[in-house]
């Protein structure tokens, strides 16, 4: 992926928020992001979805939940632009 694509994908204000909160957080659940921003579940899916797709975040499902989290990866081979948005 490349820097003018993630800076797209996380200009949408709650892709952003979502990221940033998983920073802080490590992982979370759909109901804990909903919750962190006030905002709607399916509005919160969409987001994770749409990071996801892009390989931002992974998913990990528990019982009757999913887990997201960033990608190590992700943070590996965008350090320099992570290091950026926390500017």
Do not use: G, P, W
């Amino acid at each position: 992926m490349k820097k003018h694509d993630i800076l797209k994908l996380l200009s949408d204000q709650t892709r952003y928020d979502i990221f940033m909160k998983l920073l802080e957080y490590d992982s979370l659940v759909v109901s804990e992001i909903q919750e962190l921003l006030n905002i709607k579940q399916a509005n919160c899916s969409k987001h994770l979805k749409k990071l996801k797709i892009f390989n931002v975040v992974k998913s990990k499902r528990e019982k009757n939940m999913v887990r997201y989290s960033i990608r190590d990866d992700f943070l590996d081979n965008h350090e320099y632009l992570i290091r950026y948005l926390l500017l």
